[in-house]
C-alpha cells in the first residue's frame, strides 16, 4: 500500500438518467463533487477517466486530472485499466482505487477505509461494506448483499454477493458498496478473466473474481453513500449537499 492512486471512472451516457455525471448539483456537476469527496480523503492522487471532453473540461477547470479512455468499455473496472496505464505507464502506483463517479454524497473517510484490508498480504481485492438496516432493503434485488464471515470486528472475507436476502438464518445483513481498492497485479488479473457463470447470472462483476479464486474483504462502514441512478435519487442528492452548504 505504498502509493496508493484513486481513479473514478465516468462515462457520460446513462439509460436512466442522461448526461448524469454533469447533472447539476448546488451549483457544480455531480462529478466534481465525487472529485471533490476524493482528494478530501487524502488517499493518494486523484484522476478522472471519461469517454467525454465535457467530463475533463468539468474537472480542469477546478484544477483537477482527467484522461480520455476508449468509449467502448463494458465496464468501470475495464476504463480504469486503461486509465492506470495512461497516468501511470511506469508502474509506481501499487494500489489503485475505484470510487464510483455517481457518489456526490460519499464520506471521504470511508475512501480511505476501503483500503485498509490491503494492509493484509493475502488480500486481493479490497470493499466496503455497511449494516443493512433500512426496511425492505434486505429483500430488494437493487441492494446487492454480501457473504462473508469476520475475520476482524470491522472486516468481513467476501465468501459471496447477491442481490437476494442471504445468507439465511438469524443474524445481521450487509449492503455491499461498490467501492473497490485493487492491488495493480489484482485489477490487471482481473479485467483479463472472462465473464464468470454467476456473474452473469447475478449480473454483478465482483463474483468474477471470487470464481477464479481471488480474495475480497469489505471494511465495515455505518456511512451509506448515496448512489444517483434516477431522477428521484438526483434530488434527494441535491436535498442533502444543499443542506451541508447552508450548515
Do not use: C
Not at 44 to 63: F, M, Q
Not at 110 to 117: H, L, M, Y
Request: avoid cysteine.
Amino acid at each position: 500500500m505504498s502509493d496508493p492512486l484513486i481513479l473514478i471512472p465516468a462515462r457520460l451516457a446513462a439509460t436512466r438518467l442522461p448526461n448524469k455525471p454533469l447533472a447539476d448539483i448546488a451549483g457544480e456537476p455531480m462529478i466534481v463533487h465525487v472529485w471533490r469527496r476524493a482528494v478530501e480523503s487524502g488517499v493518494g492522487p486523484v484522476v478522472v477517466a471519461t469517454d467525454a471532453p465535457e467530463i475533463v473540461e468539468a474537472i480542469e477547470s477546478r484544477g483537477g486530472l482527467a484522461v480520455m479512455t476508449s468509449p467502448d468499455h463494458p465496464s468501470g473496472s475495464d476504463r480504469l485499466a486503461e486509465a492506470l496505464e495512461i497516468v501511470d505507464p511506469e508502474g509506481h502506483h501499487d494500489v489503485v482505487v475505484n470510487v464510483q463517479g455517481d457518489l456526490p454524497t460519499i464520506d471521504p473517510g470511508i475512501i480511505a477505509a476501503a483500503v485498509t484490508p490491503l494492509a493484509d498480504a493475502a488480500v486481493d481485492i479490497a470493499t466496503l461494506a455497511a449494516l443493512i438496516e433500512r426496511a425492505g432493503e434486505a429483500d430488494d434485488p437493487n441492494v446487492v448483499k454480501i457473504i462473508g464471515h469476520h475475520v476482524a470486528s470491522n472486516r468481513l472475507r467476501a465468501l459471496a454477493f447477491t442481490r437476494a436476502r442471504a445468507p439465511w438464518g438469524e443474524g445481521p445483513l450487509f449492503h455491499h458498496i461498490g467501492l473497490y481498492a485493487y492491488r495493480r497485479k489484482a485489477l490487471r488479473r482481473f479485467v483479463s478473466l472472462p465473464q464468470g457463470e454467476l456473474e452473469r447470472r447475478e449480473k454483478l462483476e465482483q463474483l468474477r473474481a471470487l470464481e477464479a479464486g481471488m480474495r475480497i474483504d469489505a471494511t465495515l462502514v455505518t456511512d451509506l453513500p448515496l448512489g444517483v441512478d434516477t431522477p428521484a435519487d438526483l434530488e434527494r442528492a441535491r436535498a442533502l449537499l444543499s443542506a451541508r452548504r447552508l450548515n
